[in-house]
């Protein structure tokens, strides 16, 4: 049996580099740097005194560009093995080190078609090479006569259609960008201008590190205001180091820019923080130095393992564990993280029970008795009632607050949840609204007697509507409380409904109307300590009763929020005639 030799069309790789694997052409500038800091480290690592690493980009712009590292260099042979050989690592086994070299050059085909790298290694120092490569896939290597430096220098000309990525200060950016906490410098430099520090470590400490952190992030991150803090990121067992900075500004939960900056080996790796970060912690901007996890082909996101699970717990507890620390140290500002977070951490601490003991004391919620916080709830030792309609809610808080019964307008987004969770947590009783709790929060009518008769008027006038009349006594700003039937609402949808559907339509609905409870029926609250029921109480007669009680009801509809048709504004406006007509 023959064996065959695998062949590459380099052609092709390039279209899957450009097209698939990276993300931007600019990522060619991120390989050569790895390339050149990996040759940095391991001259480091050979030669104790050398202290001076640096790289440097040289352009001539839109047409050519210049890198050049002191780094390690390579020699002839490995210039076969390593950069002529594609997938090939002078790296692969030792975990010190992230770049590729064969592959990291190849990218630069995606801007140039051609590339000339001279070189001189430490390990043969008598000796320099250079290599001059095609983007057809051809190349040469020979010996270079000259005296040229330890390290690599490659060079290439700029692919027509892609000068945008030959200039200076394009360059600059990006390398910044790539390597801000590289800790050699990367210099960038074009005829007629002044060398430019690309990755430059912004500010100094002076002994306040706060300053010199916060600082640090808003330059990196370009925002117009300081964040409100930073949060040391410190791995325990060694995963991971950084900062994590707190927005100034609201965001979403689930929308929004979330960008972060994540290095691996203080080079970039991504700006997509999903995989690396809690997703509760969407209030926070990070920058991120790891240099044990593993990087994805492309070098743009992390392999999923049980090493990037263990990284992002760890990352989970430093911020969770900050928090906390805030709720004894510093309880103002964790109150102002939960004011200007409040609507999306309360989304999150509905799931989340740690979120939730954390920032819970902290949320304001609008209740019978004012505004309170998370904190008073819990502490509230009785039940705890909600309503989720707003309207329900603003025309019976006066009662509860009377009857010194604690209800939560749960009618904002979050709230309903919050409550439920607290109570999942055995923290407090919770329980909805309904009728009979309203019912029993009223206060009972003494001399009932008193209002047999108008009682009987309205009870006739309001049966039409599926309304019955209670007598109570409450706060005596009200005359009357509405309290909706949900059978009664969903009856009075229908009859709307088959008014206006024709006949198929109307059978249909008939048949909804069959499994509604005859019996059903909302109810009017009179107020007998208000004192416009206690002139009616005084009325004889039955007509002009009827006709208030039909105002009233549809009175009590509209200063509850309730839904108001033509049909009761018809009727509201019918009596309103008939007592002007009277002289009332």
Not at 399 to 406: K, R, S, T, V, Y
Request: charged share 25%; proline share 3%.
């Amino acid at each position: 049996m023959k064996d065959f030799q695998f062949s590459v069309d380099l052609g092709g790789m390039i279209s899957i580099l450009s097209e698939h694997l990276y993300s931007s052409p600019d990522v060619f500038l991120r390989e050569l740097i790895q390339n050149g800091a990996d040759a940095i480290s391991m001259r480091r690592e050979q030669e104790k005194a050398f202290k001076d690493g640096e790289i440097n980009i040289t352009v001539v712009s839109g047409k050519s560009l210049t890198f050049t590292d002191n780094g390690i260099g390579l020699t002839e042979d490995e210039i076969h093995k390593f950069v002529s050989v594609i997938g090939q690592s002078s790296k692969r086994g030792d975990t010190s080190y992230i770049g590729r070299f064969g592959i990291g050059l190849l990218s630069c085909f995606i801007v140039t078609d051609e590339i000339v790298m001279r070189s001189r290694s430490l390990k043969n120092s008598a000796c320099a090479v250079e290599w001059h490569g095609f983007a057809d896939g051809r190349y040469s290597v020979t010996a270079l006569d000259e005296d040229i430096p330890a390290g690599t220098q490659i060079m290439f000309s700029c692919k027509p259609g892609n000068e945008r990525y030959f200039d200076a200060e394009r360059l600059t950016e990006k390398a910044r960008y790539y390597a801000l906490p590289l800790p050699y410098p990367i210099f960038v430099s074009e005829q007629g201008r002044e060398r430019v520090q690309a990755n430059v470590l912004f500010g100094s400490r002076d002994g306040n590190t706060r300053k010199f952190m916060l600082e640090t992030g808003k330059t990196v991150f370009g925002t117009d205001t300081d964040f409100i803090d930073y949060i040391p990121l410190e791995s325990p067992t060694g995963l991971f180091s950084g900062a994590a900075y707190i927005l100034p500004y609201t965001v979403s939960a689930a929308g929004g820019d979330k960008r972060h900056r994540i290095y691996l080996k203080n080079l970039l790796l991504t700006e997509n923080g999903s995989s690396l970060l809690p997703e509760w912690a969407f209030f926070v901007r990070c920058i991120i130095n790891t240099y044990r996890l593993r990087p994805t082909a492309s070098r743009e996101d992390f392999y999923k393992d049980k090493l990037l699970e263990s990284a992002k717990e760890e990352i989970s507890q430093c911020i969770a564990e900050y928090l906390e620390r805030l709720s004894f140290s510093d309880s103002g500002l964790l109150a102002k993280i939960g004011e200007l977070h409040g609507t999306a951490l309360k989304s999150i601490a509905c799931e989340n029970e740690r979120i939730f003991d954390i920032f819970m004391p902290y949320f304001t919620f609008e209740t019978s008795f004012g505004t309170l916080t998370g904190e008073d709830i819990t502490s509230h030792r009785r039940t705890v009632f909600y309503t989720s309609d707003i309207d329900t809610f603003r025309q019976i808080r006066p009662i509860f607050a009377e009857q010194d019964i604690l209800l939560v307008n749960a009618g904002y987004v979050h709230v309903k949840e919050l409550l439920l969770f607290a109570s999942k947590q055995g923290i407090i009783d919770v329980q909805p609204l309904r009728e009979n709790v309203i019912e029993d929060s009223l206060g009972d009518c003494f001399n009932e007697d008193r209002y047999e008769k108008l009682l009987a008027v309205f009870g006739e006038a309001l049966s039409r509507y599926d309304c019955r009349v209670v007598m109570k006594s409450f706060t005596e700003q009200l005359a009357c409380l509405y309290s909706p039937n949900a059978d009664v609402q969903l009856k009075h949808d229908i009859e709307r409904s088959k008014e206006k559907g024709d006949e198929l339509f109307a059978d249909m609905l008939d048949a909804f109307s069959e499994e509604i409870d005859e019996d059903a029926a909302s109810v009017l609250y009179l107020n007998c300590a208000n004192s416009l029921i206690n002139r009616l109480s005084e009325v004889d007669d039955n007509e002009k009763l009827s006709t208030f009680a039909q105002i009233l009801y549809v009175q009590s509809l509209i200063s509850g929020g309730y839904p108001v048709y033509s049909k009761e504004m018809n009727i509201m406006n019918d009596n309103l005639i008939k007592l002007i007509e009277w002289g009332i």
